[in-house]
């Protein structure tokens, strides 16, 4: 199990690895502060790069990022005044109206999402949104599955950010739309569980506007002179609270402009 491989403070490499088998075995283990407890954000962001690194040797693609933690709300409860950053590969698609995967799952959960595919590449530092949007190409509908690999969702921010912000799977929505004359701080998504409405919000649950999200994404990666490239997307953040997703149930996030995103029951 998961919980019995140890980690040593300041072993990069082993944290990784153990979140990993933590992932490819389906397991929940404890927080990786419990062995390491000196684990600061820098660190985490160490960790999370080297997992990154362990996954392109083992022939997974990066396409992009996502951000987490982009609410305010959010951030309040994580005693955060930014969003967190992780990253996309190309195992983590989800085709759209494919039933998900339980059985590479441990606690799921839906959070839907405005996604940016990038056109330009996008360096920072000093980005504004403004900037961002110019160098997008289009705009989709998204909703991200996230599953911590944390018992009971149960973690410090360093221990998410090691854990790539709980990435598993997301579905991108088949309207691609380009950013010009939407007004994405007013985009609407509604969010159902089983055909049953469990929340809704707008754009501007995103740091206000999504673009803020990209600007920010853009200049976190420029302090570790890393850049958004053309082609790669962007999930921005959940415009909702994250919902379980139960055993067998379908999600929907139908969005005003963008189109809808549906998970079949899995």
């Not at 000196?38 to 985490?44: F, H, N, R, W, Y």
């Not at 088949?174 to 809704?200: F, I, K, M, N, T």
Request: aromatic residues 4%.
């Amino acid at each position: 199990m998961a919980e019995a491989l140890e980690i040593r403070p300041g072993d990069t490499r082993r944290a990784a690895a153990v979140l990993l088998e933590a992932e490819r075995s389906v397991t929940a283990r404890g927080p990786i502060t419990a062995q390491w407890p000196t684990l600061d954000l820098p660190g985490a962001y160490t960790v999370q790069y080297e997992a990154l690194q362990q996954r392109l040797a083992r022939g997974e693609k990066l396409i992009g990022v996502k951000l987490g933690l982009t609410s305010r709300a959010k951030q309040l409860r994580m005693g955060i005044d930014s969003p967190s950053l992780a990253w996309l590969t190309d195992a983590m698609v989800l085709p759209a109206g494919e039933p998900l995967p339980r059985e590479r799952l441990i606690h799921p959960r839906a959070e839907p999402e405005i996604v940016f595919v990038m056109g330009e590449r996008l360096a920072g530092p000093g980005v504004t949104a403004a900037t961002a949007l110019r160098a997008v190409e289009r705009v989709h509908a998204g909703v991200e599955i996230i599953d911590s690999r944390f018992q009971d969702f149960s973690f410090t921010l360093a221990d998410a950010v090691a854990d790539n912000s709980s990435s598993a799977l997301f579905v991108l929505g088949p309207v691609g739309r380009s950013p010009e004359g939407l007004d994405l701080a007013h985009e609407a998504v509604l969010l159902e569980v089983d055909g049953e409405p469990v929340d809704s919000a707008t754009g501007a649950a995103v740091q206000g506007h999504p673009a803020e999200a990209l600007a920010l994404a853009a200049n976190a990666l420029g302090e570790r002179g890393l850049a958004l490239e053309p082609g790669q997307l962007v999930l921005t953040g959940g415009m909702t609270d994250a919902v379980h997703v139960r055993p067998g149930a379908s999600v929907r996030a139908s969005f005003s402009t963008l189109g809808a995103v549906s998970i079949a029951g899995g």
